[in-house]
């Protein structure tokens, strides 16, 4: 009796695991590292697909971005990459645009290299500091995409998988939390 309990709870949570579309870190990260006054705080609220929804290669999702009155910004994401061991090299630009439409900054992110985890998104890590003029102008971000490619996941040449990218993530937290 209680070894066929055991079998059908184990294909019970076997179902429930393999149905759920893929984890990631969720939304809000950044909304409580710095007060309202002092940050300016801009989430997305939809995925990022490329190259499109229909066909995607890879999504962000839970993009957000966090910036200091005195310049300093963190922009943080979940990324999934699609298909079987496979990976991406993703070259990205922020773009900061003003009140007025006019990009005031633009911050460039050469070459990130994410493997495809196994029902998992990687997070996607981006910090810089800008002028403290510029800072305070900001009305919305940006994300241009200035290049995209699929390979296999071996030819990669990063050694950063998951467990790192999420202890680089929380580094970057505290040292954006630091920052005066």
């Not at 710095?34 to 939809?46: A, D, G, N, Q, V």
């Amino acid at each position: 009796m209680k070894k066929g309990l055991f079998i059908i709870v184990n294909c019970l949570l076997s179902i429930a695991l393999f149905a759920q579309e893929f984890t990631d870190n969720g939304k809000n990260n950044l909304q409580s590292l710095c007060p309202t006054e002092s940050c300016i705080y801009i989430t997305f609220t939809s995925t990022i697909y490329f190259p499109f929804e229909e066909d995607k290669e890879w999504e962000i999702r839970n993009m957000e971005v966090a910036t200091k009155n005195t310049g300093h910004f963190l922009a943080t994401g979940d990324l999934y990459i699609h298909g079987i061991d496979t990976a991406a090299v993703i070259s990205i630009d922020l773009v900061f645009i003003s009140d007025d439409d006019q990009e005031i900054y633009r911050h460039s992110i050469p070459a990130f290299e994410f493997y495809n985890e196994p029902a998992a998104a990687e997070p996607i890590v981006v910090s810089g500091q800008m002028d403290k003029g510029l800072a305070v102008a900001i009305s919305y971000v940006d994300i241009d995409i200035t290049s995209s490619k699929r390979l296999p996941y071996y030819e990669i040449s990063s050694d950063c998988y998951h467990a790192c990218k999420e202890h680089k993530l929380k580094e970057a937290m505290k040292a954006f939390k630091k920052a005066k």
